[in-house]
């Protein structure tokens, strides 16, 4: 399968500034060496979605509400998402988790209902500093991916993100050596045929290579370096070729 490149725009950018930077992507779409998603804020994705049409360039959000419908105020569901024109949703960022106090059981209620509605679920999980400093970060990757992933997951329709919380936004990497432990043992968690599993937390231009060429990396959620055209495309770049 082909690497995936996500970028997560977070809560950034005007309907201009987003047009902008969606046709700076957009224009060196052309034998991409990945596929590519701009996961845009959400009352951005109409217009990005417009002038990413034509593009080989997909649209993601950056959450869903688990219900088609109702009295959910303020809430997006998946199956609108899907009406804007998203192939992807991002669910269980580490930021909703701790800003919104989203529980496991939560992501999975979301995932699922994306799952439904024909949109790829990008599920995140990752450790804390202080889980990691104290040894948990095993036990608190397996409670997320057994506690988030819907049910049925394979690798057509689920993406899993690994991202440290502390190295997300940070300027900190893991180590390659973490970062394919933690893949390693999320890909055996999901058994014979796991989905692909994203790194997230610091990629930019000048590490994506090291990262990206790591065992058990199928491609990377990128915040900050998502919002600077020519250091996205060096990530997309940096993908190492893939057999069929
Ligand atoms: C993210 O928010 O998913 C992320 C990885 O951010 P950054 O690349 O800025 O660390």
Redesign the pocket.
């Given at each position: 399968m082909r690497y995936l490149i996500a970028g997560?725009w977070?809560m950034n950018g005007s309907t201009a500034s987003a047009r902008d930077l969606a046709a700076a992507i957009a224009a060196q779409h052309a034998g991409a060496k990945a596929d590519v998603v701009l996961c845009p804020p959400a009352p951005l994705l109409a217009a990005v979605g417009a002038t990413l049409a034509g593009s080989t360039i997909r649209l993601g959000a950056q959450d869903c509400h688990f219900n088609e419908k109702g009295a959910h105020t303020g809430d997006i569901s998946a199956w609108l998402l899907l009406d804007l024109g998203c192939t992807h949703v991002i669910v269980g960022?580490s930021e909703r988790r701790a800003d919104h106090g989203e529980t496991d059981g939560q992501v999975k209620a979301k995932a699922t209902a994306a799952m439904k509605a024909g949109l790829i679920p990008i599920v995140c999980v990752g450790e804390t500093e202080a889980q990691r400093e104290k040894g948990e970060t095993a036990a608190v990757i397996a409670r997320q991916v057994r506690g988030s992933l819907p049910d049925g997951a394979s690798p057509e329709t689920v993406v899993i993100a690994y991202?440290p919380v502390w190295?997300?936004?940070t300027g900190k990497t893991a180590t390659t050596a973490d970062i394919a432990a933690v893949h390693g043992q999320i890909q055996q968690l999901c058994g014979p045929k796991p989905p692909r599993i994203l790194y997230?937390?610091?990629?930019k231009g000048s590490n994506a290579a090291a990262i990206l060429a790591t065992p058990g990396v199928s491609g990377a959620?990128?915040?900050?370096?998502s919002l600077d055209a020519a250091d996205f495309w060096r990530i997309v770049e940096a993908c190492p070729p893939v057999s069929a």
């Open positions: 997560n977070k960022h991202e190295a997300i936004g997230g937390g610091s990629v959620l990128v915040g900050g370096a």
